[in-house]
């Protein structure tokens, strides 16, 4: 089932256009990967899906696009949108504040103030991410005193917290180390049942070994969109055949 | 081997240079201490401290009352204005908006006018114009809006220094603006915005020209908290004894001196004091 469906979109900033007629499915359960050079729009979709866009100056979309058949743009808050569709940040970025302060901020912003609710919610958040066990011990310490591995997780703790349906990430881990990039891919591959899951990657192995489905993007356009598996062995345009083989980008 | 020795002696002459630019600033400071205190210190006592003012004890008590009295209700006024007018400027106008490019204006030559144009300012308007008369009321009042700018252009500053991606993680999780705002942007930014603080008091304590026309070089023999009272303060008590001819004033003007560098040292230690504990408490 299609959980997301982008439909005609364009967008742009100022003058310049940096998404040219968009058109997709993403489906529920799935990790869709974007990959494609430095800016060919993927970020630009990604954060577009759960209204980053808003704000940065001069952004102006057309086109629709639906989570659940709903226009993100027209019908939701975007409060409620960013509740339901969770954002990871290329770069780490925990609040200065404790590990479970950090966790606690999103149900609190919306509304729990319970303190045995928001144990709960922290330790499933951590649970979930896999790291309640490295931290359970320092919930109180600061979570700038962690390794960038584990904020990054912590940060991915944090978006679970508001009990995401759809996952968004901007090249979660272009600024770790390969056995935390290894965790990270691990666990989105472990949680993918739950969630819908979208990630925009530089690292073409990264998209192989976890997504379900490719699209490459390249000057604001979605070249090819299709299962990973075939995009990578048999893919059907040039251009993505000559991206993926490493003759450009 | 030529451009190894040369390199040895530029290094050897720079760091000279820094020991002895840091020594003389060091040196300075001890110097200017030690001058005031040993001179102040020993002219301290009881009744110059809590005795009722007259021409014999010179008693400071009433202008140290004056003196907190001024810095907490100015600080009352001006920092909230303050942040939220930085916050303003900086969380929610637009970038090359008309009116934030006129308040920065006014802010940066707010700044650098000299504090006795303030006086002149505050005499006219709150001493005369809004009938006030010389009082504490029309000093606190002219004290707030000079350090106004003070307040504004540093917690404009820390909250620039906040990372836009702490802004990002927040909003990204449904939280509204000013949730943000509050929440994030003002926890992180407030020792930036604490040391903006301490600077207000330092000029607030050490301001003579701007209260000399407002609140008056009048002395009560009492303290008082009477806004409507014509009271001076520290450093005008010591300005006044400095210029008076009694044969003692000279002394007991460093005796104030004293008592206000240690007033100042006591305010910027608890406040640092306090900016490392808040600190702290967002960090739990």
Redesign the interface.
Same mark, same amino acid.
């Given at each position: 089932m299609s959980k997301i469906k982008i439909e005609d979109v364009n967008l742009y900033y100022g003058e310049f256009q940096a998404l040219k007629n968009i058109n997709m499915n993403i489906k529920e359960n799935e990790i869709t990967a974007f990959i494609g050079p430095s800016g060919c729009g993927k970020s630009t979709l990604l954060k577009s899906l759960?209204r980053?866009n808003d704000?940065i /100056?001069g952004v102006k979309i057309n086109g629709r696009m639906l989570l659940d058949d709903v226009d993100i743009y027209k019908d939701i808050d975007a +409060?409620?949108? #960013?509740?339901r569709v %969770?954002?990871v940040?290329q !770069?780490p970025?925990?609040?200065?504040?404790?590990i479970y /302060?950090n966790v606690a901020? %999103?149900p609190k912003?919306?509304g729990i103030k319970q303190r045995s609710k928001l144990d709960d919610i922290v330790e499933q958040s951590l649970r979930a991410a896999a790291m309640w066990d490295e931290v359970k011990d320092r919930l109180? !310490? +600061?979570a700038l005193g962690l390794s960038g591995g584990q904020q990054q997780r912590l940060?991915i703790a #944090?978006?679970f +917290?508001?009990n995401p349906e759809v996952i968004l990430l901007d090249e979660p881990t272009s600024a770790l180390d390969p056995i935390s990039t290894m965790k990270i891919e691990d666990l989105l591959v472990d949680i993918k049942k739950n969630y819908t899951i979208v990630i925009v990657t530089h690292n073409m192995q990264q998209a192989t070994r976890i997504s379900d489905k490719t699209g490459f993007f390249l000057h604001g356009e979605v070249v090819e969109f299709d299962d990973t598996e075939k995009l990578f062995s048999m893919p059907e345009n040039k251009k993505t055949e000559d991206y993926i083989t490493g003759r450009f980008g | 081997m030529d451009v190894l020795r040369r390199r040895k002696t530029i290094s050897l002459i720079l760091k000279l240079t820094v020991w002895f630019c840091g020594i003389l600033t060091v040196g300075i400071l001890i110097y200017i201490l030690l001058f005031i205190l040993l001179r102040g210190v020993p002219k301290i006592n009881m009744e110059f401290l809590f005795g009722e003012y007259n021409s014999d004890t010179l008693s400071a008590f009433s202008s140290v009352v004056t003196t907190i009295e001024m810095v907490i209700i100015s600080l009352f006024i001006s920092v909230p204005i303050g942040v939220f007018c930085a916050i303003y400027l900086t969380e929610y106008a637009k970038r090359g908006n008309k009116t934030v490019k006129v308040i920065r204006l006014a802010v940066d030559t707010l700044a650098g006018i000299p504090s006795i144009v303030f006086g002149l300012f505050g005499m006219i308007l709150f001493v005369k114009l809004l009938g006030f008369r010389a009082s504490v009321l029309s000093g606190i009042c002219t004290l707030s809006i000079m350090i106004l700018p003070l307040i504004i252009s540093s917690s404009e500053e820390a909250i620039k220094s906040v990372p836009d991606m702490y802004r990002e993680g927040s909003l990204g999780l449904g939280a509204g603006r000013l949730r943000t705002v509050f929440r994030i942007v003002l926890p992180t930014a407030m020792p930036g915005i604490l040391s903006g603080i301490i600077l207000a008091i330092g000029r607030i304590v050490g301001e003579t020209a701007a209260l000399i026309f407002t609140s008056g070089t009048n002395v009560l023999k009492n303290p008082t908290l009477d806004l409507m009272a014509s009271q001076r303060t520290l450093a005008i008590h010591m300005y006044m004894l400095a210029s008076e001819g009694l044969p003692h004033s000279k002394e007991m003007a460093f005796a104030t001196g004293s008592i206000l560098i240690i007033i100042v040292f006591l305010v910027n230690y608890t406040t640092t004091k306090l900016a490392g504990r808040i600190g702290r408490l967002s960090d739990e």
């Amino acid at each position: 089932m299609s959980k997301i469906k982008i439909e005609d979109v364009n967008l742009y900033y100022g003058e310049f256009q940096a998404l040219k007629n968009i058109n997709m499915n993403i489906k529920e359960n799935e990790i869709t990967a974007f990959i494609g050079p430095s800016g060919c729009g993927k970020s630009t979709l990604l954060k577009s899906l759960n209204r980053m866009n808003d704000l940065i /100056e001069g952004v102006k979309i057309n086109g629709r696009m639906l989570l659940d058949d709903v226009d993100i743009y027209k019908d939701i808050d975007a +409060s409620v949108l #960013r509740k339901r569709v %969770g954002m990871v940040f290329q !770069k780490p970025n925990p609040f200065p504040m404790s590990i479970y /302060e950090n966790v606690a901020y %999103g149900p609190k912003t919306h509304g729990i103030k319970q303190r045995s609710k928001l144990d709960d919610i922290v330790e499933q958040s951590l649970r979930a991410a896999a790291m309640w066990d490295e931290v359970k011990d320092r919930l109180k !310490k +600061s979570a700038l005193g962690l390794s960038g591995g584990q904020q990054q997780r912590l940060c991915i703790a #944090r978006a679970f +917290s508001v009990n995401p349906e759809v996952i968004l990430l901007d090249e979660p881990t272009s600024a770790l180390d390969p056995i935390s990039t290894m965790k990270i891919e691990d666990l989105l591959v472990d949680i993918k049942k739950n969630y819908t899951i979208v990630i925009v990657t530089h690292n073409m192995q990264q998209a192989t070994r976890i997504s379900d489905k490719t699209g490459f993007f390249l000057h604001g356009e979605v070249v090819e969109f299709d299962d990973t598996e075939k995009l990578f062995s048999m893919p059907e345009n040039k251009k993505t055949e000559d991206y993926i083989t490493g003759r450009f980008g | 081997m030529d451009v190894l020795r040369r390199r040895k002696t530029i290094s050897l002459i720079l760091k000279l240079t820094v020991w002895f630019c840091g020594i003389l600033t060091v040196g300075i400071l001890i110097y200017i201490l030690l001058f005031i205190l040993l001179r102040g210190v020993p002219k301290i006592n009881m009744e110059f401290l809590f005795g009722e003012y007259n021409s014999d004890t010179l008693s400071a008590f009433s202008s140290v009352v004056t003196t907190i009295e001024m810095v907490i209700i100015s600080l009352f006024i001006s920092v909230p204005i303050g942040v939220f007018c930085a916050i303003y400027l900086t969380e929610y106008a637009k970038r090359g908006n008309k009116t934030v490019k006129v308040i920065r204006l006014a802010v940066d030559t707010l700044a650098g006018i000299p504090s006795i144009v303030f006086g002149l300012f505050g005499m006219i308007l709150f001493v005369k114009l809004l009938g006030f008369r010389a009082s504490v009321l029309s000093g606190i009042c002219t004290l707030s809006i000079m350090i106004l700018p003070l307040i504004i252009s540093s917690s404009e500053e820390a909250i620039k220094s906040v990372p836009d991606m702490y802004r990002e993680g927040s909003l990204g999780l449904g939280a509204g603006r000013l949730r943000t705002v509050f929440r994030i942007v003002l926890p992180t930014a407030m020792p930036g915005i604490l040391s903006g603080i301490i600077l207000a008091i330092g000029r607030i304590v050490g301001e003579t020209a701007a209260l000399i026309f407002t609140s008056g070089t009048n002395v009560l023999k009492n303290p008082t908290l009477d806004l409507m009272a014509s009271q001076r303060t520290l450093a005008i008590h010591m300005y006044m004894l400095a210029s008076e001819g009694l044969p003692h004033s000279k002394e007991m003007a460093f005796a104030t001196g004293s008592i206000l560098i240690i007033i100042v040292f006591l305010v910027n230690y608890t406040t640092t004091k306090l900016a490392g504990r808040i600190g702290r408490l967002s960090d739990e």
